[in-house]
Nanobody, 126 residues
Framework: QVQLVESGGGLVQAGGSLRLSCAAS?????????????MGWYRQAPGKQPELVAG???????NYGDSVKGRFTISRDNAKNTVYLQMSSLKREDTAVYYC???????????????WGQGTQVTVSS
């Protein structure tokens, strides 16, 4: 089994920056952990549907949601099985619970992502 543990959420003023981290772990030598191909972030604001924020493959190919392009940067350390989300120029509408996710395939569709973190709250104040 794979566990995803997020950190870095919190309260920030509009225009500020925040960095989220997510580490994947499992039993030593876990095939599931070693075979993770895509990692990424979804977010869900109150009363709204979950939306993809960003994703990255093991090879470093990235994909961003339209609302965060140019402001957020996703990166990954394969040796540490960790993905990062650097968020800049934050807006109030970025307020949401951010969920780390990972999968063994190429798709970033939530239906194909078996591993999810517990979520971390990001609140942007005006």
């Amino acid at each position: 089994q794979v566990q995803l543990v997020e950190s870095g959420g919190g309260l920030v003023q509009a225009g500020g920056s925040l960095r989220l981290s997510c580490a994947a772990s499992g039993s030593i030598g876990s095939i599931n952990v070693m075979s993770i191909y895509v990692m990424g972030w979804y977010r869900q604001a109150p009363g709204k549907q979950p939306e993809l924020v960003a994703g990255i493959t093991r090879g470093g190919i990235t994909n961003y949601g339209d609302s965060v392009k140019g402001r957020f940067t996703i990166s990954r350390d394969n040796a540490k099985n960790t993905v990062y989300l650097q968020m800049s120029s934050l807006k109030r509408e970025d307020t949401a619970v951010y969920y780390c996710t990972a999968g063994n395939g190429v798709s970033l569709s939530s239906s194909y992502l078996p591993y999810w973190g517990q979520g971390t709250q990001v609140t942007v104040s005006s």
